[in-house]
């Protein structure tokens, strides 16, 4: 449901808005933690973990906010919140750069998985725009898109399941390669049932905190007049994306590499599936049809996004400049060039 926060004055909703902020930034730095522990203890890996677990955990304020507003026929705010979230998490991945200095982040955690899954990633965001410009058509209120979108991503999951046991291709291992088997296996003595639980319950706590945080950033943003495609992109999007800000960072710190990029690519990847399950709620037709210019816009912007990220990953530049990745400067210069778009 949709918060109705306009009997609050708006003092008290900036108030609400930061609050989930801090709150978000303890528990997704706890998340980071556990997730890279149970990444070493189940054998699952940090790719998997990161895609999976910690994409699809910090992503649940994000999953309420797009299919609640698709519920409700806001089709724009539902579309653009998922692809906003996107671009603003892209974005977190160069921001996340700046807190690796040893090295570009994209050289020192190239691997076969994050390349997989980023090519995952530019396959489903591609297939929203082909089903915008196809015929409309649904079945029981569904366009056959959406069933498309899930299927390759759990086709693909089950791919890079099996790549770690026989990889076809391995990056070149420099002296600045933080490779997830270099790196200490987490053990914090405690049973793999109270990790579960301590994963979910900050999972849940996170989700909500970020949940209250999205509904507080539109209440905010409607009060400065901001159109749909606006709030979900730039407001909405980025708040429900806080958490993978912070559990990415803590990640880098904590030279979880891996899981730190998976995170952001593979929850990437996931929130692509936002859409689809948007379009089952969305009452009126085909949500992609329902999306507009400004909307498609912010979608072909994530691609172009992502495919500099990618290019970083293959390239493997050890220094750029300001210390970052050239990738990571493009990701933000692409970014900033689109908000204008975005904003008009």
């Known amino acids: 449901m949709i918060l109705d926060l306009s009997g609050l004055a708006l003092v008290w909703v900036w108030a609400m808005f930061a609050g989930c902020a801090v709150v978000i930034l303890v528990a997704g730095s706890r998340l980071a933690l556990t997730a890279d522990e149970l990444a070493d203890r189940t054998g699952l890996g940090e790719a998997i973990t990161g ?116 990889p076809m291709w391995r990056p070149a291992k420099t002296s600045d390669t933080v490779a997830e088997e270099d790196q200490p296996e987490e053990d914090s003595g405690r049973s793999m049932r109270w990790l579960w639980i301590k994963f979910g319950l900050l999972a849940v706590t996170s989700g909500t905190a970020g949940y209250f945080l999205a509904e507080s950033g539109v209440s905010i943003s409607q009060r400065t007049g901001l159109g749909e495609t606006a709030v979900g992109a730039l407001m909405t999007g980025v708040a429900t994306s806080f958490p993978e800000l912070v559990t990415t960072i803590t990640a880098i710190r904590n030279k979880a590499l891996t899981l730190a990029v998976a995170g952001i690519i593979g929850g990437n990847a996931f929130d692509v599936l936002f859409l689809g399950m948007a379009d089952v709620a969305y009452l009126d037709g085909s949500l992609y049809h329902a999306m507009g210019d400004r909307t498609q816009f912010v979608t072909a912007l994530t691609i172009m996004m992502t495919g500099a990220l990618l290019f970083g990953m293959l390239r493997r530049e050890k220094q750029g400049p300001m210390g970052i990745g050239f990738e990571s400067m493009a990701i933000l210069a692409l970014y900033i060039a689109g908000l204008p778009v975005i904003l008009s």
């Open 51 to 166: 895609a999976v677990f910690l994409g699809a955990s910090t992503s649940l304020p994000g999953i309420i906010t797009s299919v609640t507003t698709a519920g409700f026929g806001m089709s724009e705010l539902a579309a653009s919140n998922a692809l906003g979230g996107i671009a603003a998490q892209t974005v977190f991945l160069a921001v996340g750069d700046f807190f690796f200095r040893r090295a570009n982040l994209e050289h020192a955690a190239a691997s076969l998985s994050n390349l997989t899954q980023g090519t995952l990633l530019l396959s489903l965001l591609a297939l929203p725009l082909a089903a915008a410009s196809a015929p409309e058509f649904t079945l029981f209120g569904v366009h056959p898109a959406t069933p498309v979108m899930f299927g390759v991503w759990i086709y693909v999951m089950k791919v890079i399941r099996g790549m770690q046991d026989e």
